[in-house]
């Protein structure tokens, strides 16, 4: 398997425009955790989803911030419009509940907005 | 403070020395991860212990749980440059296993 799929690695944007973070997960994990990284704040949950299904949003910092799973295969983050502040490394992960939650990282998306 | 904690936040050792690194959460647990993150790439998982285990090896890796002070340490022996990262524990909580909890990490720096 090639593990956790993001794309792109980097995205660079002006602040009000729309970002959209694509993540494929480990084929067969039923689970998707979406996290930011900031030096600031550390690594912080956003949302995950259990069998395409929202369970827990409450990391999402505010109404600009939004994610969907349409399959088991797909995700999407998108923030809109941007701001700096949302400048940071977006990770996606993915995990197997009778693994014991152990997650698998995709390599992450580093975001600048200016 | 946060479901779980890392001490200390930052670590410099010499090569050959080994590495301890702490981490102590709130709330009854049903496992604890320890994470490993270099720079610019996402963590990978190292070892996992659960709550029933006192501890745990693996290679050059030695994990404790002491679920009485809910505390565990991590020790890296023999410390090479390849193990400059930052180092994460996680826990699963006992009534909440469908999600993990990553404390803010370790960040450890070997020095040739």
């Known amino acids: 398997d090639a593990g956790v799929i993001q794309s792109p690695r980097h995205e660079v944007t002006e602040m009000g425009q729309e970002v959209t973070l694509r993540c494929k997960p480990i084929?067969?994990?039923?689970?998707l955790f979406w996290y930011r990284q900031t030096m600031m704040r550390g690594l912080e949950l956003l949302i995950y989803?259990?069998?395409?299904?929202?369970?827990?949003d409450s990391g999402m910092p505010e109404d600009r911030f939004s994610a969907k799973m349409p399959n088991a295969s797909f995700s999407t983050l998108k923030i809109q419009p941007s701001e700096p502040r949302d400048s940071a490394v977006y990770f996606c992960?993915?995990?197997?509940?009778?693994?014991?939650?152990?997650?698998?990282f995709g390599p992450g998306t580093r975001l600048t907005v200016l | 403070s946060q479901q779980g904690e890392e001490d200390p936040q930052a670590l410099s050792i010499q090569e050959g020395e080994n590495a301890t690194m702490n981490c102590s959460y709130k709330?009854?647990?049903?496992?604890l991860q320890w994470y490993r993150q270099n720079s610019g790439r996402g963590l990978v998982h190292l070892i996992l212990?659960?709550?029933?285990?006192r501890e745990k090896h693996s290679g050059r890796l030695r994990v404790t749980l002491d679920t009485s002070k809910k505390s565990s340490s991590l020790l890296i022996t023999a410390s090479r440059a390849a193990d400059t990262a930052s180092y994460f524990c996680?826990?699963?909580?006992?009534?909440?296993?469908?999600?993990?909890?990553f404390g803010k990490g370790t960040r450890l720096h070997i020095l040739p």
């Open positions: 992960a993915s995990s197997l509940r009778t693994l014991n939650n152990e997650q698998f």
């Open positions: 084929s067969g994990h039923d689970y």
């Open positions: 989803f259990n069998n395409n299904v929202p369970i827990d």
């Open positions: 709330t009854s647990i049903n496992n």
């Open positions: 212990i659960r709550s029933n285990e």
């Open positions: 996680a826990t699963v909580l006992m009534n909440r296993d469908d999600k993990i909890i």
